[in-house]
């Protein structure tokens, strides 16, 4: 049982670029928070998706945006990046909201913004 | 603004020694408790979770919860030079998994 993938596993862009992350849930799980992790710092919570909605966000500019598709896997789109958006990018998937669920994370995605 | 505190560390501690972690959270109406076990460049690893008060065991960890002093603490019993990590808290206060995160605590365990 494949756990959380994500993609890529690292990453170099440009300020003022535009990324892409992906991210792939756990099997049976259909809900996909993001996070992003700075060095030394826990992760802060980007945005949640259920039932391919926007169904929670964090304080995060509108640059952050996302989706997800049938097959519950998502995608974390950034716009014009800012060296600031440097960070460990998480993606982490669960059951519906419900008491009692864990989530599971990926990897993580390195992004570095030169 | 939900907050999650936890000393940064680092935390050290002998090869066979308890370890005893702590997080403070500040919004009263959290449900969920998690610790995640992050090593240096990885992901966070789920240890365990809690949601009553009290003590929930499992193999050498023990999680605490305490609603009413808003303190969740990890007890790492026999310690081993593996454990030497940074351990995260997370608060869930609607259990939508949308985790409130300390900033984690360091934890050297020396051979």
């Known amino acids: 049982d494949a756990g959380v993938t994500q993609s890529p596993t690292h990453l170099i862009k440009t300020r003022g670029q535009q990324v892409t992350l992906r991210c792939s849930p756990k099997?049976?799980?259909?809900?996909v928070s993001w996070y992003q992790q700075a060095l030394g710092q826990g992760p802060q919570f980007i945005f949640q998706?259920?039932?391919?909605?926007?169904?929670q966000r964090g304080n995060f500019p509108d640059r952050f945006s996302g989706h997800q598709f049938p097959n519950y896997s998502s995608e974390l789109n950034v716009n014009a990046l800012l060296l600031g958006d440097s960070a460990l990018y998480l993606c982490?998937?669960?059951?519906?909201?419900?008491?009692?669920?864990?989530?599971?994370f990926g990897q993580g995605t390195r992004l570095t913004v030169v | 603004q939900k907050e999650v505190e936890q000393n940064s560390g680092p935390l050290s501690v002998p090869e066979g020694a308890i370890a005893s972690l702590n997080c403070t959270y500040s919004d009263r109406g959290s449900q969920s408790f998690f610790w995640y076990r992050q090593y240096s460049g990885k992901s966070p690893e789920l240890i365990m979770f809690?949601?009553?008060?009290g003590d929930k065991e499992d193999g050498r960890f023990t999680a605490q919860l305490n609603k009413a002093s808003q303190y969740v603490s990890l007890l790492i019993r026999d310690s081993q030079p593996s454990d030497s990590a940074t351990y995260l808290c997370?608060?869930?206060?609607?259990?939508?998994?949308?985790?409130?995160f300390g900033s984690g605590t360091k934890l050297n365990v020396k051979p």
């Open positions: 998706y259920y039932e391919e909605e926007e169904r």
């Open positions: 982490a998937s669960s059951l519906p909201g419900s008491m009692n669920t864990e989530a599971f």
């Open positions: 809690i949601y009553s008060n």
């Open positions: 997370a608060v869930d206060s609607y259990n939508f998994n949308k985790f409130y």
């Open positions: 099997s049976g799980h259909d809900t």
